[in-house]
Each structure stands twice: as structure tokens, then as C-alpha cells.
């Protein structure tokens, strides 16, 4: 699926439009309707309910470098947005500017994940408290659960480890360390 996932999503389509076409007495065209079937709205980046959440807590450190942060600092998208255009909130960290501007669009390393587990979670855990029924309903599609699993924080974790992996591999990004 990894490989010919391309050509399996373009022949769906193709038959669904045929199929579409057929049921309504060819009164649409089939060219129209891939038209429509394809159309996907490019989201913008959006961070304001993270930083939000990010701004009322005490103690915010940077999630990659683990230094406090003290006055500005910037959301990250731990997925680059570049390569997944998704702003769920599970997505979003709090970084250093600095530290930001270091990661640019690349994936963060395994064993950098791994140090910032703990982080990763004190931040997933505000974010839930502050937006239960967007993070839980971000969480569920992440994790393939349809509702929020009893051990979410190692569910999300391993699925956020097992994405960037994906990603790493499918699209050859560059891993990134501070």
C-alpha cells in the first residue's frame, strides 16, 4: 500500500466518478465529478488554541532542547506541516525560536523522541485538559481507536513515534536532533 497507494486512491476515484456518472443518467460529466472527488482544501497553518493552552501554564520548556522558555516562543508542528498539513493539537509543541527555526521542515529522531517522551505528554495532558473533545477526537483518528484508549498517552506516543517513521521512509525527509 505504501508503494501503490497512488494508484490504488486515482483508480477509486476514477471508478466512483464512472459509477456516479452511471447512477445519474450521465447528467454529469465523469471529468466533473474527479473534479470534485479530487478537489482538497490546503489548510493553513493554524496553532492559536495550542498556544493558547501553551500560554497559561507556569512552566513551559522548550519540547526539543528542554530549556525553559521565558517570554516568546514559537509552535511547533512536530509532523512539519509541510509534509503532513495537520494542526491537531496533539501535533503542537511549544519551542524556542531558536529551536525552531533549527527544525525547519525535518522530523524529529527517534532517540530524540524518546528523550522528550515526558515532555511530549505534560504537554498532550494540558492540551486535553484545555480542549477535551477536539484532543481526544485527534487522538482516536491518530491511534485508529474510536474512543479515547484507558493508556492514551503510550497509544499517542507510539502512534506519533510510528508516523514520523512512516514519513521518514515514504518521503526521505532528513531526521533532525538540536
Known amino acids: ?4 497507494g497512488y494508484w490504488i486512491r486515482d483508480a477509486v476515484i476514477l471508478r466512483w466518478a464512472e459509477l456516479t456518472s452511471a447512477i445519474a443518467g450521465k447528467e454529469t460529466k ?3 465529478l474527479i473534479d470534485l472527488l479530487l478537489f482538497n ?5 493554524d496553532v492559536n488554541e495550542a498556544r493558547a493552552t ?4 507556569d512552566d513551559v520548556e522548550c519540547t526539543w532542547s528542554g530549556n525553559r522558555i ?10 512539519p506541516f509541510s509534509l503532513w498539513r495537520n494542526n491537531d493539537l496533539w501535533n503542537l509543541v511549544p519551542v524556542l525560536p531558536r ?3 533549527m527544525k525547519r521542515d525535518r522530523l524529529p529522531s527517534r532517540s530524540l523522541l524518546l528523550r522528550r517522551k515526558g515532555c511530549l505528554i505534560k504537554y498532550w495532558e494540558a492540551l486535553r485538559r484545555t480542549r477535551p473533545v477536539r484532543f481526544d477526537t ?3 483518528r491518530i491511534v485508529g481507536a474510536t474512543s479515547m484508549p484507558s493508556n492514551w498517552t503510550n497509544a499517542i506516543f507510539s502512534s506519533v513515534c510510528e508516523a ?3 514519513t521518514a521512509t515514504q518521503k526521505g525527509c532528513e531526521r533532525w536532533e538540536p
Do not use: Q, W
Open 1 to 4: 500500500f505504501s508503494l501503490l
Open 30 to 32: 465523469v471529468s466533473d
Open 41 to 45: 482544501p490546503i489548510p493553513e497553518r
Open 54 to 57: 501553551y500560554v497559561k501554564l
Open 70 to 79: 521565558s517570554g516568546t516562543f514559537d509552535v511547533d508542528h512536530v509532523i
Open 99 to 101: 529551536i525552531n527555526n
Open 138 to 140: 485527534e487522538v482516536c
Open 164 to 166: 514520523v517513521e512512516i
